[in-house]
């Protein structure tokens, strides 16, 4: 039933397609959802942190709407302060409910309001570096294979301690890209001398629709319980997770210091434009 990636899926952020051939695969209505919520119990309001002259929320909004397969881009929101700055910098914003327990439920609840979107995106909010090739990396697979219900991203891991970091999270996945197993231990486990490329996930996800709105309703299983990683609910339920392979280096901003090294990075980049 589900068979190996067509090659377009594969590290599709290097090359180009073709513009009539990306427009005769694109659905009608490809919907990305950037959650955020103000609170946080390492940086309370980190949306709404600046990066220069502009929010973080507005980064990473500019960023992912410049993925070219999205048809649509919302943010969504449990507090006003978030929901006022996005419509000031002329972003379409949803309130939602204020107890979701994840992400995702709350990606679903605003999918719910586009009956006409047949894939989500669900894109996090505190990433203001994000590669819109990535997003667009991910989507491709489920435009490919209408029986792939959700997908994600992976990057080889370069650095060591990474490895053994509960706090990144690796994946494995079988011969045609789905994944196998996803967790905050070293996988796979080395007995001896075995050279082994260790993979970590990028938390971005795409769904069908119908598939996301069911999410919440799976029975939670242990895996998910033990590892605290929510994806694993598809796989403990039967479901296949396409992960497609991507060079590109998510930058999340947990902490003020990760601000701070964000904004090193955006300060050197302008630079680097400047001497070019």
Known sequence: MYGPPPPSSEHVNRRK???????SRVPAKILGVIPARYASS?????????LDSRTMLEHVYERVSMARYLSNVVIATDDERILDEARRFGALAKMTREDHLS????VAEVASAFPDAELVVNIQG?????DPNAIDAAILPLLDDPEIPMGTLK????????????????????HF??????????IPYTRDDTAAAYFKHTGLYVYRREFLLGYSDMPVGPLEK??????????????????????????????PADLERVQMMLRAARQAVRNA
């Open 155 to 174: 990057k080889r891991i370069e650095d060591p301690r990474e490895v053994s970091d509960p706090n990144v999270v690796k994946v494995v996945t079988d």
């Open 42 to 50: 390492r940086f309370p309001g980190k949306a709404l942190a600046r």
């Open 226 to 255: 033990a590892e605290k990683l929510e994806q694993l609910r598809a796989l403990e339920n039967g479901f296949v997770i396409r992960v497609v392979e991507t060079d590109y280096e998510s930058m999340g901003v947990d902490t």
């Open 126 to 130: 505190d990433e203001p570096l994000i």
């Open 17 to 23: 397609l073709p513009a009539d051939m990306v427009r």
């Open 103 to 106: 992400g995702s439920d709350r």
């Open 177 to 186: 890209g789905n994944a196998i197993y996803f967790s905050r231990s070293p």
